[in-house]
């Protein structure tokens, strides 16, 4: 079990499951803009953005780096 930070200008979470942070993310992310959704312990990030969308960022910055 990891924990998931949920970051929006501030921790607003601290979760234990992805679905769940990703779901608390796409629920505050119309009202705050995107929000940073970061496992701690695999260092993995995702972006929800205010749309709706989730953007790996560790699949971007991998894209990016090829």
Known sequence: S???LIV????MEVLT????AL???RHYAPKVGDITV???ATGRK???TADGK???VDANM????R
């Open 2 to 4: 990891s924990d998931l």
């Open 17 to 20: 499951d992805m679905d769940e």
């Open 38 to 40: 970061a496992d701690m």
């Open 62 to 65: 991998r894209a990016v780096n």
């Open 54 to 56: 989730t953007i790996d």
């Open 23 to 25: 779901e608390q993310a």
């Open 8 to 11: 929006a200008n501030q921790i």
């Open 46 to 48: 995702l972006i929800v």
